[in-house]
């Protein structure tokens, strides 16, 4: 009979847990997916209660030839909870990926712990050890993928914005563009791109249709243009160049007012908003606007 140390695998499931969260996180970070917390967190778990009931397993003797079967099968229920498969091209990917992050960072922390030319072995606790696991999953990620960066750039560029129009407002995310020169011929006003799906209750239905019958290089006839006078004195004609569309014509119009939120809400200077009636501005759907930096100037 020998002793059995239950605390070993208690700290040995907790770091089990938070390295799976973060490798899950990653892997749904670099293929765009949608990274639900409690999902993540569901999935990690079960990592972690592998991990304990695996310890228990070989201490009593329970361990079979067939492990390294369950231990995959685990690997991709852990997968399939965090992320929802749409096809089996869909898994097979995420699979790839989130094995490719886990032998890379599994293969860094080892070196990292245990270097080649390290004179002596060292008992590390496992909190070092968790340190260690994170520092080499960053490495990994950046290094691969750049992603460290990415997050970093993105927390500093994304503002959250506050519009009203008309008694009625909408929050959204916007990314600071410093190559968003857009203006309003008329006013000189910087123009604010928003999604145009982002202001439906907002704006009235005829305007985004006939923000739509512009994008896609229609003329509006009578019926189009029958809306209030109040949103005939708001609208605006913008002409706009990009990669791919040589010449286009974007909807705007004049808000109430837009406010930057912060600790504290700041109006920000009068600003005409164009409507964007093609794809996702942010892909995963992390800012719906693009915030031209000249507008900040004038934040009061």
């Known amino acids: ?82 992320f929802p498969p749409r096809s089996v091209k869909d898994l097979l990917q995420t699979i790839g990926l989130f094995t490719l992050l886990l032998v890379l960072t599994s293969g860094v922390t080892y070196f990292l712990l245990y270097p080649p030319l390290f004179p002596a072995s060292v008992h590390y606790n496992p909190w070092q050890v968790v340190l260690v696991n994170i520092l080499s999953l960053l490495v990994v990620t950046e290094l691969g993928w750049g992603l460290v960066h990415q997050v970093l750039l993105e927390k500093e560029c994304l503002y959250t914005l506050r519009l009203s129009v008309n008694g009625h407002s909408r929050e959204f995310s916007a990314l600071l563009d410093t190559g968003n020169t857009l203006v309003d011929p008329l006013t000189k006003r910087p123009v604010l791109v928003v999604e145009s799906r982002v202001l439906q209750g907002v704006v009235p239905a005829e305007i985004l249709s006939l923000s739509e019958l512009l994008a896609e290089g229609g003329l509006p006839d009578n019926k189009a243009l029958a809306f209030g006078p109040d949103w005939i004195a708001r609208i605006r004609l913008i002409s706009y160049t990009s990669v791919g569309k040589q010449k286009g014509i974007l909807l705007g119009f004049r808000p109430d007012e837009v406010y930057l939120l912060d600790k504290e809400p700041k109006r920000l200077p009068p600003v005409v908003i164009g409507l964007y009636r093609f794809a996702k501005l942010g892909g995963e759907g992390k800012y719906q606007a693009l915030l031209p930096s000249t507008l900040l100037n004038g934040v009061y």
């Open 1 to 82: 009979m020998r002793d059995v140390f239950i605390d070993d695998w208690l700290y040995g499931a907790l770091v089990s847990l938070v390295m799976n969260y973060l490798l899950l996180w990653a892997t749904g970070r670099i293929l765009s997916k949608s990274r639900a917390r409690g999902r993540l967190l569901v999935a990690a778990f079960f990592g972690s209660v592998y991990y304990f009931v695996l310890c228990l397993r070989m201490a009593i003797g329970a361990v079979g030839n067939y492990e390294l079967l369950v231990f995959i099968g685990t690997g991709i229920l852990m997968l399939v909870m965090a």
